[in-house]
């Protein structure tokens, strides 16, 4: 019996067989090789899984040997790393941090990854799902985000933030553990909107200094609200910028100027972001037999090859990823 039962009630696999707890892990996780270093005993390990829709809350714990991981996949997701026991050397693009009580970290899309567990490791991965991070970004920010979130590998937990961002987990995960908690009344959106918003705020990343300036009394000017309405409303429409100008009533030339100070892209460039975004969820919610070129031309994409570039640009993995995995 493991001598740390987080998330106990959640308890998906106990198990001294590492390519059981590997294969069962690889579920929940990123694609990844295990090699167990330097046995001393009996492997034990343990694998709990809660689903909180968009937020997923990971429990991995082993003993008996130290272990070796190498993700073999690139992470299409966030995934924050919490030691709650032993230590883990983690290695994420340029940087390599010690996890324990005192240090986390955040994986970012794209990103490999290797990792040395300690004997007697307990980790509580906390797996964001990259769509919901970046759509709540865009809430935040009133505008669409173009490319992926790059946040800061090491996470600091001295940070005043940072340390309040965890405490939160915690105290998530106690309630879990208590069969009449909140977190057991099937409303999740709230816990997950308030780790995502607290996450972005707390952690430094790409989109960090815009939203620290992001405006909150300064209104776009009716011009370029007339643009956004008719691009969110029909979004596959030959949207060029000399038509969205003349529907605002200004030049093109204040229209990119308006665009880019209040939206932070241009007209071309946010008529781009809508269409995929709204290709995106059509994709996740397609029914059998539609093509990643059916949606493409739905969309205003003409040219299917160059849409996949810029879906995956933006989402990490091929539309057809995406129409697979939902289907």
């Not at 039962?5 to 390519?19: C, G, K």
């Not at 230590?87 to 794209?110: H, K």
Request: aromatic share 6%.
């Amino acid at each position: 019996m493991s001598p740390v039962t987080t998330l106990e009630r959640f308890l998906v696999l106990r198990t001294s067989d590492i390519d059981e707890f590997r294969v069962n892990l690889a579920q929940h996780l990123t694609p990844h090789k295990l090699t167990p270093v330097g046995i001393t005993s009996a492997v034990h390990t343990d694998l709990s899984v809660a689903d909180l829709g968009p937020v997923r809350l990971i429990h991995g714990y082993n003993a008996g040997a130290e272990l070796q991981v190498q993700l073999t996949d690139r992470v299409s997701y966030y995934d924050v790393n919490l030691a709650l026991a032993g230590t883990n050397l983690l290695c994420a693009g340029a940087e390599e941090a010690v996890l324990d009580g005192r240090t986390a970290a955040v994986i970012s899309p794209r990103m490999l990854a290797t990792m040395r567990l300690s004997d007697g490791y307990s980790q509580l991965h906390v797996r964001i799902e990259r769509y919901a991070l970046e759509r709540h970004l865009e809430e935040l920010l009133g505008r669409d985000v173009p490319g992926p979130i790059q946040f800061r590998a090491c996470m600091d937990l001295a940070q005043p933030a940072i340390a309040s961002w965890s405490r939160a987990v915690r105290l998530l995960v106690q309630d879990l553990e208590c069969p009449g908690g909140l977190a057991m009344t099937g409303e999740h959106d709230p816990w997950s909107r308030f780790l995502m918003t607290g996450l972005l705020l707390a952690q430094p990343h790409n989109y960090s200094e815009q939203l620290g300036q992001r405006p909150h009394s300064a209104p776009r000017p009716a011009a370029l609200r007339r643009v956004i309405d008719l691009i969110e409303q029909d979004p596959a429409a030959a949207l060029t910028l000399d038509r969205l100008a003349r529907e605002a009533g200004v030049t093109p030339r204040s229209l990119q100027r308006h665009s880019k100070e209040y939206v932070g892209l241009s007209p071309r460039a946010y008529v781009q972001s809508v269409r995929l975004s709204r290709a995106h969820d059509d994709l996740r919610q397609a029914r059998p037999g539609v093509t990643v070129a059916e949606v493409a031309f739905r969309w205003g994409f003409g040219h299917v090859p160059r849409f996949a570039a810029a879906y995956q640009e933006r989402y990490g993995v091929p539309p057809s990823v995406t129409l697979r995995h939902h289907a």
